[in-house]
Nanobody, 122 residues
Framework: QVRLVESGGGSVQAGGSLRLSCAAS????????LGWFRQAPGKEREGVAA???????YYANSVKGRFTISRDNARNTLYLQMNELKADDTATYYC????????????????WGQGTQVTVSS
């Protein structure tokens, strides 16, 4: 069982940047696919980015070229660097982990954090 705790959310103006972190405990993340999902009020949870155990990364079309997912297995931490933020990026961002599933298509990961709020003002 892995526990995930997000941090780094906040309020920023459009065009700004934020870096989200996700600290894992209870197990080492090296064996997991890790991902970030987000959910805005009244909308379904959507995949943002995922990173395989081998480092291969996947992105939603809406964030390609602006967001970068990375992992530091030695620190047991996942990151999401978000640049050129837009008002549409406003949402609660969730860190996820799974030993098998690795996609931004559906929220089928086994383990989830509690979320961190990102608010982008235009």
């Amino acid at each position: 069982q892995v526990r995930l705790v997000e941090s780094g959310g906040g309020s920023v103006q459009a065009g700004g940047s934020l870096r989200l972190s996700c600290a894992a405990s209870g197990d080492t993340i090296g064996a997991y696919c890790l991902g970030w999902f987000r959910q805005a009020p009244g909308k379904e949870r959507e995949g943002v980015a995922a990173i395989h155990r081998d480092g291969t990364s996947y992105y939603a079309n809406s964030v390609k070229g602006r967001f970068t997912i990375s992992r530091d297995n030695a620190r047991n931490t996942l990151y999401l660097q978000m640049n050129e933020l837009k008002a549409d990026d406003t949402a609660t961002y969730y860190c996820t982990a799974d030993r098998v599933y690795c996609s931004t298509g559906y929220p089928l990961f086994d383990w989830w954090g509690q979320g961190t709020q990102v608010t982008v003002s235009s």
